[in-house]
Every structure is written in structure tokens, then in C-alpha cells.
């Protein structure tokens, strides 16, 4: 119950932030780290919160009851201290059975006997004896008398069993007559049969033999009994069309004229060779043809094209223009724009210290020199642009 903690009787409602301490058994106080505190109704419970016991709930294992003290503040309430009591699940006196969360339970004793994981589950231990529900044992291997197999009685009299085995290594056995389905791959072989046993098995019938499949002969090693090729299975197996190779080699010779004529009308259209022979002349052809190639791929790829042919003013200007076409520095344009000042412009102050000689346009000083009292140039500015 929250009740205001100023007059201690309002009730609360609308809380939050509340701080609780636990003890357990007489222990230090600690704070819940993450206390879940719910008001139940505003409306019909005011003031009326529950607290979920979540923290520090397992005694200790020598007891069976704890006491916990709860200490719940808040600022706008005064404080609520209550006492709860934590207990042991109880099945047997003085026992406790842990149960995880599949419902198992670990069992440590059967009607007051101790028990072992031999005892119980998939390693269970045997106890020899002639008993009802005992077995002989030796060493761990069981002396058994075996008297029925499968639902078949064992032949007693001659200690046989007679039984139908229906599987062999966990296969079961094909029914009826002995196939290869019935053996494993390579377990028979010519080690498993007594000396010419198999001459025997062969000898009982006629054989056929299948070249590539059963039969495999080596070279220069005859085998009698078989039929000789015919003429036209000689001539298909060496690739002969039709007809014989003597009357093919006939027909040859005829061609051979035919063949020698063609050859002599070619050299007839082709002339005496110039050189030593046909391919002599080839030859130096090809030369003569790589040497003028050298020349042509330094050509421009279109030499018709108008682009590609520079003009006469773009000569001009390519030679006027030419960096230190002069001196290094100086162009032969901005050469001749100077002499053309110094020739042809216009002059002042020649009687002085300064003589400055104009461009042919009179726009700008192309010469400004220092000349002494004899006309001796001193020093010259110049300006070519």
C-alpha cells in the first residue's frame, strides 16, 4: 500500500521510480537492480502496487525456509517494509529433487539404494547367474544354449542350425538363384576356385568372343577360327572408293596429262621469269614494295584532305614564328619588327642622353637606348610584341 508520506493515510496512485532493498536470511541489504513494480487499478485499488520477487530467491542448501525483508521507497510515499518467507520444494524428507526444464530428474536412490549410471539407463550392469532373468557371463562374453533361431528349431542331434538366413553384413540376400547382385564387388576371384576349375566351367559350352569386351589380342599374335576380310572389306578399310587400287592408279595417269598441260598453259600466261626463278621474282618484289612502304607510312593519312597540306601563310607563320629563329629568345618577327623601328619609324631625342625609336605605326616605343655625347648605345630596351 502507498500512502503519502506527509499525512500517511492518502493513497498514491500513478507511481514510478521505486527503490527496493532485499536481505535474505539476516543478510546485507542490496538493491534490486531492475525492480518490476505494477499499480493494479487506479480506479478500484488506488494506491495498491505488487512487487515481482525476482532477485536473490534460492536458500541456502542446508536450509529448508529463509526470511526476506523487502524495503520499498519512493519519494512521495512512506516507506513500505514487508516480510516474506522462502521455502524448499519438499518430495521425500531430507531430500531435494532437482528437475531441469525438460521435467527431468537426476536420481541419485531407488528405495533407499544408491544408484550409478551403470545402473540405470543405456549401461546397465549384468549380473552373471543360472537364474530366472540371469545369464551366464565369462569376461563379459555370454555361454548361452541356443535352441530356437528366427522361430526355427536348432538340429540338436547334430548341432547345426537350421535356419533361412534372409540377410548377410546387414544386405539382405536376392531370392532365387545365385546372381552378382548377390556378391560383393571383386570377392570372387581366380584365388578362390581349386587349380582348373575354371578350364572346367569353360569347357562345358560353346564361347563366343566380342573384340573390345572379352577379347583383347596382342600384336603379331594369331587367332584361328576367324574369317578373312573380303575384297570390298579391304578396300573399305584402307579408304578405297570403289574400284581396285591398280585400276584407281590407272585412272591417276590419265589426270597426269591433264594436270601437266594446266601447269604448262600457267607458265605460258606467267612468261620467262626475270630472275632466276618465279619466286626469285616474287622476292624481289616484295623487297622493292617493303622499301617504298618505309616511305608512304610517313605520309599523312589523308594527304588530299585540306587539313592535312599546311598553307602558305601557315608556312610563313611557322618560319616568323620560329622560337629563337634569331638569337635564342628571339623570333624573326619580333627581329623585323625592331629593324623596321630602327629603319623606318620614327626617331626622337637622338641629340640627348635617351634616343627612343618608334614602330612604323607610331603606337609604342620598339627602341629605347642610353647613348652618351658621342652616340654610343649604353644600354637598349627593346620591344618586339
Do not use: C
Not at 505494477?38 to 530467491?57: K, Q, W
Not at 599546311?310 to 623570333?331: F, K, M, V, W
Not at 620614327?346 to 655625347?373: C, E, H, P, Y
Request: charged share 15%; net charge negative.
Amino acid at each position: 500500500m502507498a500512502v503519502d508520506s506527509v499525512d500517511l493515510k492518502t493513497r498514491k496512485t500513478g507511481l514510478s521510480s521505486f527503490t527496493v532493498y532485499r536481505s535474505r536470511n539476516g543478510g546485507a541489504a542490496t538493491v534490486y537492480t531492475t525492480p518490476t513494480i505494477t499499480e493494479l487499478s487506479a480506479a478500484n485499488m488506488p494506491g495498491v502496487y505488487s512487487l515481482l520477487i525476482d532477485e536473490d530467491t534460492t536458500i541456502a542448501s542446508t536450509s529448508d525456509a529463509e526470511e526476506q525483508v523487502l524495503h520499498i521507497t519512493q519519494a512521495s510515499m512512506a516507506p513500505v517494509t514487508r516480510v516474506i518467507e522462502l521455502f524448499r520444494r519438499d518430495t521425500t524428507t531430507g531430500r531435494t529433487a532437482t528437475v531441469d526444464a525438460n521435467g527431468r530428474v537426476d536420481v541419485s536412490a531407488i528405495q533407499g539404494t544408491g544408484q550409478t549410471a551403470r545402473d540405470i539407463g543405456a549401461s546397465v550392469l549384468l549380473s552373471s547367474g543360472t537364474g530366472t532373468g540371469q545369464v551366464s557371463l565369462t569376461a563379459g562374453v555370454v555361454s548361452a544354449n541356443t535352441t530356437q533361431i528366427a522361430g526355427s528349431a536348432v538340429n540338436t542331434a547334430s548341432a547345426q542350425l537350421g535356419v533361412n538366413v534372409v540377410n548377410a553384413g546387414g544386405t539382405a540376400w536376392n531370392s532365387g538363384a545365385i546372381t552378382a547382385n548377390t556378391f560383393a564387388a571383386g570377392a570372387i576371384t581366380a584365388a578362390k576356385f581349386a587349380a582348373n576349375a575354371l578350364d572346367a566351367v569353360w569347357s562345358t559350352a560353346t564361347r563366343v568372343l566380342t573384340a573390345g569386351t572379352n577379347i583383347v589380342l596382342a600384336k603379331g599374335t594369331g587367332v584361328t577360327g576367324f574369317n578373312d576380310l573380303d575384297a570390298p572389306g579391304v578396300r573399305t578399310a584402307v579408304g578405297l572408293a570403289s574400284a581396285n587400287l591398280d585400276t584407281q592408279l590407272s585412272a591417276l595417269s590419265g589426270n597426269d596429262t591433264i594436270i601437266n598441260n594446266n601447269v604448262l598453259a600457267v607458265n605460258t600466261k606467267l612468261g620467262a621469269p626475270a630472275g632466276a626463278s618465279v619466286s626469285a621474282d616474287i622476292a624481289a618484289v616484295k623487297s622493292d614494295t617493303g622499301a617504298i612502304k618505309a616511305k608512304t607510312d610517313n605520309l599523312p593519312a589523308a594527304p588530299a584532305a585540306v587539313g592535312d597540306i599546311p598553307t602558305a601563310n601557315q608556312n610563313a607563320d611557322a618560319l616568323l614564328d620560329r622560337a629563337s629563329g634569331i638569337e635564342p629568345g628571339l623570333t624573326p618577327r619580333q627581329g623585323w619588327r625592331l629593324w623596321s623601328a630602327a629603319l623606318l619609324g620614327k626617331a626622337n631625342g637622338l641629340g640627348t642622353g635617351t634616343a627612343i625609336f618608334r614602330d612604323t605605326n607610331d603606337t609604342k616605343d620598339r627602341i629605347n637606348a642610353s647613348v652618351d655625347q658621342d652616340g654610343n648605345r649604353l644600354a637598349v630596351i627593346l620591344d618586339p610584341s
